[in-house]
């Protein structure tokens, strides 16, 4: 499992990529492009997607149990939040190359869903029943009126 990115977009690119600027910040794999935002920082009409790579679970025949967890950090850590388990299987994933398997996977919620002001820490675990391997990763951020 890759570290947990907050991502500003998450693309299906469709034919040959077109050249990029060198001012913006982009991950390519595959048929995905994920651009990474500045700072970790939403404001409440923004969307908050965490996006992170998966890489050599079992196929075929894949099982990925996918869950996000949200914890709002305020001296300590409290579960704030918790999205239904994504489960991932063949028909989900790209096909396995000769010698790997990788995919994306990703999370969005609306930011306006957290209190302004509040400084939340994501943690997204990822579970594959055929390797019986299990990642975890964390990323924190904040979401407030002021922020861009």
């Avoid at 000769?98 to 995919?103: C, K, S």
């Avoid at 994306?104 to 594959?128: H, I, T, W």
């Avoid at 055929?130 to 904040?142: D, K, M, N, P």
């Amino acid at each position: 499992m890759s570290s947990l990115i907050l991502a500003r977009a998450v693309t299906p690119l469709k034919g040959r990529c077109r050249p990029r600027s060198r001012s913006s910040i982009r991950i390519r794999s595959g048929q995905t492009e994920v651009v990474p935002v500045a700072t970790p920082s939403f404001a409440p009409e923004d969307a908050l997607s965490v996006v992170f790579q998966v890489s050599n679970y079992g196929a075929p025949d894949a099982d990925l149990t996918i869950d996000y967890a949200f914890f709002r950090m305020d001296g300590t850590r409290r579960l704030f939040n918790r999205t239904a388990a994504q489960q991932l299987s063949d028909e989900d994933l790209p096909p396995p190359g000769a010698w790997d398997t990788q995919a994306f996977a990703m999370q969005n919620r609306a930011a306006a869903v957290v209190p302004a002001g509040a400084l939340l820490s994501s943690r997204s675990s990822s579970s594959d029943r055929l390797t019986r391997a299990t990642a975890t990763g964390t990323v924190a951020f904040s979401v407030g009126s002021e922020v861009r």
